[in-house]
């Protein structure tokens, strides 16, 4: 119904009330979290879309688990061991913890969870095994489960040390260790060095790269106290200051600033720019007077 004297439209009613309420958005919002870490996607595909979790290039489970994991599945439900109980419930309910929170399915999160997907996968290696009764196929399937096994070993680890850094350099923070290992000469020519804080916490890779001297540190550190706080603790030690880049937040003197793609200004024109390992562009530089 329509309520007139507040200018709001909202249903009444037993059902409305039933469906719309705290515990239901609750109830289905940790639904949808749950199913999430049994999705292809996670599972088989590219794992956690945060490229802090995953390389992006499996899931999070090898390719042969897809079929082995069922299989482990049947093998418990048919066992008469009464601890088969304990693996079920480390399935089923290992997801759980995960699900209460943002970023679902989060692969950190969920780490206790592939303790029991493997061990499942494992009983689903051995009840094939026992299905086979020639000696001969049996050693074919040990060899071909090894082959499985270091194939897929290797192609994990390749994509891990070769292609994992440059793809996710940008998500690392890089370009912060490019400002303060390339430009740190530059540094002592400027009144101001003013960075973009868009990536979070730029003062931990200054502090370390330049060797600052933590009493004079101590001494310095202006904190950043509203919500910003909470992705950008320091607003500002010495003559580095971490803020938003636009010419509002200049300081008087020269500056030395390194702003964001996003941040990019257009009024002045950039003296470098500082990429990530992919190429694409970190921070722009710029020099400045006020």
Same mark, same amino acid.
Request: net charge positive.
């Given at each position: 119904?329509?309520?007139?004297?507040?200018?709001?439209?909202?249903?009444?009613?037993?059902?409305?009330?039933?469906?719309?309420?705290?515990?239901? @958005?609750?109830?289905?919002?940790?639904?949808?979290?749950?199913?999430?870490?049994?999705?292809?996607?996670?599972?088989?595909?590219?794992?956690?879309?945060?490229?802090?979790?995953?390389? $992006?290039?499996?899931?999070?489970?090898?390719?042969?688990?897809?079929?082995?994991?069922?299989?482990?599945?049947?093998?418990?439900?048919?066992?008469?061991?009464?601890?088969?109980?304990?693996?079920?419930?480390?399935?089923?309910?290992?997801?759980?913890?995960?699900?209460?929170?943002?970023?679902?399915?989060?692969?950190?999160?969920?780490?206790?969870?592939?303790?029991?997907?493997?061990?499942?996968?494992?009983m689903g290696t051995y009840f094939i095994f026992n299905q086979i009764k020639s000696?001969?196929?049996?050693?074919?399937?040990?060899?071909?489960?090894?082959?499985?096994?270091?194939?897929?070993?290797?192609?994990?680890f390749y994509n891990y040390i070769l292609k994992y850094p440059i793809i996710s350099?940008?998500?690392? $923070?890089?370009?912060?260790?490019?400002?303060?290992?390339?430009?740190?000469?530059?540094?002592?020519?400027?009144?101001?060095?003013?960075? @973009?804080?868009?990536? @979070?916490?730029?003062?931990?890779?200054?502090?370390?790269?330049?060797?600052?001297?933590?009493?004079?540190?101590? @001494?310095?550190?202006?904190?950043n106290t509203s919500i910003r706080r909470k992705t950008s603790l320091v607003k500002?030690?010495?003559?580095?200051?971490?803020?938003?880049?636009?010419?509002?937040?200049?300081?008087?003197?020269?500056?030395?600033?390194?702003?964001?793609?996003?941040?990019?200004?257009?009024?002045?024109?950039?003296?470098?720019?500082?990429?990530?390992?992919?190429?694409?562009?970190?921070?722009?530089?710029?020099?400045?007077?006020?």
């Amino acid at each position: 119904r329509i309520d007139q004297n507040r200018g709001n439209s909202h249903l009444s009613g037993p059902l409305p009330r039933l469906i719309h309420n705290r515990i239901a @958005s609750v109830a289905l919002y940790f639904t949808k979290n749950y199913l999430a870490h049994f999705t292809p996607q996670f599972l088989f595909i590219s794992g956690d879309k945060n490229l802090r979790h995953s390389s $992006q290039t499996m899931g999070e489970l090898y390719w042969f688990d897809l079929f082995l994991i069922p299989l482990g599945l049947y093998f418990l439900f048919k066992s008469q061991n009464k601890y088969k109980y304990v693996f079920f419930s480390w399935f089923i309910l290992s997801p759980f913890p995960g699900s209460l929170t943002i970023e679902a399915p989060h692969a950190s999160r969920a780490m206790f969870v592939l303790g029991g997907w493997q061990a499942i996968s494992a009983m689903g290696t051995y009840f094939i095994f026992n299905q086979i009764k020639s000696k001969k196929f049996r050693l074919g399937f040990v060899l071909t489960m090894i082959l499985f096994f270091t194939f897929s070993f290797i192609y994990y680890f390749y994509n891990y040390i070769l292609k994992y850094p440059i793809i996710s350099s940008e998500d690392w $923070q890089f370009g912060y260790k490019e400002v303060f290992s390339i430009y740190k000469d530059q540094f002592s020519k400027f009144d101001n060095i003013v960075i @973009s804080d868009r990536l @979070s916490q730029p003062y931990i890779f200054a502090l370390f790269y330049l060797k600052y001297d933590p009493s004079k540190y101590r @001494s310095e550190v202006e904190y950043n106290t509203s919500i910003r706080r909470k992705t950008s603790l320091v607003k500002s030690f010495g003559k580095f200051i971490f803020t938003d880049i636009n010419f509002d937040n200049i300081p008087k003197g020269k500056s030395l600033i390194f702003a964001s793609p996003d941040e990019k200004l257009i009024n002045i024109p950039s003296q470098d720019v500082v990429l990530n390992l992919d190429r694409s562009v970190a921070f722009y530089v710029y020099e400045y007077s006020k």
